[in-house]
């Protein structure tokens, strides 16, 4: 690994250029001059790139860099910055590196002694976190949850004590199913904000607790459509007399001998959450099985 500072004088610069997540006025002056000028831009996708291009004049040249290609492709793009050309990168929307790819680039220039330089802009992480009404000095960024439901709510459980705000991505066809498991596995009293499309014509910002979110989505199709990004409330105390049991604990243990309703009732009791959540969550737990994505 490189310990000296980056060679301005022979070595082109990688920029890593944030583009905007639907409203194409988002996109900013400094980063449409770069990419009217660079040498190359290393593009997620061409195709959606070059619409965005057409917007305005570039004569850059457009290369394919997708999670499928990075590997191979870095090394050759890291040659050409070592040449003395000029690189941006770009995903399909928003900042590349954050839940898309990029990462190995920036390494690999890193590591061959070039210059990396941001292009801030649009984030849906950010976006998100600005317009949720959650506490936002300290969070934490989970992507994308497991697409598979068992793999999805292991992990929800790993993170039910954790205090600071979550930020997470969904699918559209998972939301309805990722927010029963939230419910279940934080409580259906957490506080929880649900954007989706931000920054495009059915911009939707909706604050609510994790079991009213479950409840609207599942009410409304429309809610099930487009990007969406959930911004989680940090954990609290646990309420007294419950222990620390988390719903979805006492309906792992309760379902395999109870029917639902009845398992939702001791569930409820043990854990100080409404019986109509409790309910909801044994319904959405017993025939939740695994999904694909």
Known sequence: MSTSPPSESTHGILYVVATPIGNLADLSERARTLLATADVIAAEDTRHTGRLLATFDSRAELVSLHEHN??????????????GASIALVSDAGT????????????????????????????????????????????????FLPSRASARRERLKTLAREERTLVLYESSHRIGAALADL?????????????????????????????????????????????????VAGASEAPAGSAGITLADALDALLPELPPARAAAVAARLTGIKRRDAYRAALAHQSGGDEGD
């Open 70 to 83: 990075e590997q191979a492709r870095v090394p050759s793009l890291v040659a050409r910055l070592q040449a």
């Open 96 to 143: 590349p590196g954050v839940s898309d790819p990029g990462y190995r680039f920036v390494v690999a220039a890193h590591e061959a002694d070039c210059r990396v330089v941001p292009i801030p802009g649009a984030s849906a992480v950010i976006a998100a976190l600005s317009a949720a009404g959650q506490p936002t000095d300290r969070f934490v960024f989970e992507g």
């Open 183 to 231: 419910s279940a596995v934080f409580g259906a009293q957490r506080p929880a904000t649900l954007a989706r499309e931000l920054t495009k014509a059915y911009e939707t910002v909706y604050r609510a607790t994790l079991g009213d979110l479950a409840a609207w989505v599942d009410a409304d199709p429309n809610q099930r459509r487009g990007e969406i990004a959930l911004v």
